[in-house]
């Protein structure tokens, strides 16, 4: 039996074979959001110009994808870039963070036809796209970083507004928490279905919150922090995270969460320790020449690692780009996670995996 899986982050097939009213195995198709981006990209043999491509890739984690890809050119042309800057892009990155975590909670909610959950979603999802709206001048696709700086000014105003939202976010967070907790329906419908296991999380290298179950410190913004993140007071909200068991219920429950720890990462920036009010700078517009070699970047996306590899030849060119997703790397999980589930609940089961086909097709 086939079935369209159709959803905000792109299309899947699953090719199911059952065992009763039971999934007994599932191949997942993917291929219907292809639109060879990496190729396109390569053919501008620009970099700077690449990165409206890249950060194409998946449309709710966009900057992320930007952010990696000017991080790794800024390595490449030793470009240091201010520190107000990296604030910035820390706070933009937490951001849409928060956006994308809204639409996978969204989308699970949406299954329980729970109004109260279901508009409270919707309502954090449209705050923050007002928000970027104002303070970037783009809902999406705003090119907010570009090389060794970003695309926009943050002023006094801005942060003001920041501050606000993060607020209406805080106590939208805090509803939304203590009325799944406290709503036995729910928990009925989602505990113990389709677990991941701490084996599995190992056997696959699986990345992203659903991993943290097993090792929090896969966390590449504690593992390995990079812009704003090393600072203590960030360090230390990111340590705030409880082990839940990894079924639906408790990955719903670890992702509220970590939405709450990116709105407490958000407060600490637009805090009156940071000073953020910035007027961008003239952006460069052509890429050093680089030495041969193969250099990557690695950043924590809504999902999980994202990893981008180039190729650089001895005319100084990119031969080649390679992008590992976390959607690339998570798809693993799909047959042993959800074999076992009822027929019925095949798209809850697919959904809450919380995987972009947008992400595996490029």
């Not at 501008?44 to 491509?53: A, N, Q, R, V």
């Not at 890739?57 to 201010?82: D, G, P, W």
Request: net charge neutral; proline share 2%; hydrophobic share 35%.
């Amino acid at each position: 039996m086939k079935t369209l899986i159709n959803n905000s982050f792109g299309i899947a097939e699953l090719d199911i074979s059952q065992n009763g009213k039971r999934i007994s195995s599932v191949l997942a198709e993917f291929g219907f959001s292809s639109r060879d981006i990496i190729k396109t990209a390569l053919a501008t043999k620009d970099p700077i110009k690449m990165i409206p491509y890249i950060e194409r890739i998946e449309q709710s984690s966009h900057n992320h994808y930007s952010t990696c890809f000017c991080m790794l050119l800024e390595k490449l042309c030793n470009i240091e870039i201010e520190e107000t800057v990296k604030t910035i892009r820390t706070l933009i990155l937490e951001l849409e963070r928060v956006y994308s975590h809204s639409i996978y909670l969204n989308k699970m909610f949406s299954y329980t036809d729970n109004n109260i959950l279901i508009n409270h979603t919707t309502t954090i999802h449209d705050k923050i796209l007002d928000c970027f709206e104002e303070v970037i001048g783009h809902r999406m696709y705003g090119t907010c970083s570009v090389l060794g700086d970003i695309n926009f000014n943050i002023s006094s105003g801005n942060i003001k507004l920041i501050k606000e939202i993060s607020d209406e976010l805080a106590l939208l967070l805090n509803k939304i928490k203590s009325f799944f907790k406290n709503n036995y329906s729910l928990l009925s419908m989602f505990k113990e279905q389709v677990l991941i296991s701490e084996r599995m999380i190992k056997e696959h290298n699986l990345s992203g919150p659903f991993s943290w179950f097993y090792d929090e410190t896969l966390d590449l913004r504690k593992k390995e922090p990079y812009l704003s993140y090393g600072k203590t007071e960030i360090q230390n909200i990111l340590d705030k995270n409880d082990n839940l068991e990894n079924c639906i219920y408790g990955r719903i429950m670890r992702i509220i969460e970590d939405s709450e720890n990116s709105i407490k990462i958000i407060k600490v920036i637009v805090s009156n320790g940071y000073n953020i009010i910035y007027n961008r700078k003239i952006p460069l517009k052509y890429l050093a020449v680089t030495p041969k070699g193969k250099y990557s970047q690695m950043i924590e996306s809504p999902r999980g690692s994202i990893k981008i590899t180039v190729d650089i030849n001895k005319a100084g060119l990119f031969e080649n780009i390679e992008i590992t997703s976390p959607s690339d790397v998570n798809r693993s999980i799909i047959d042993r996670a959800i074999k076992g589930t009822t027929i019925d609940y095949t798209a809850q089961a697919f959904d809450s995996l919380y995987l972009s086909s947008m992400e595996i097709d490029k």
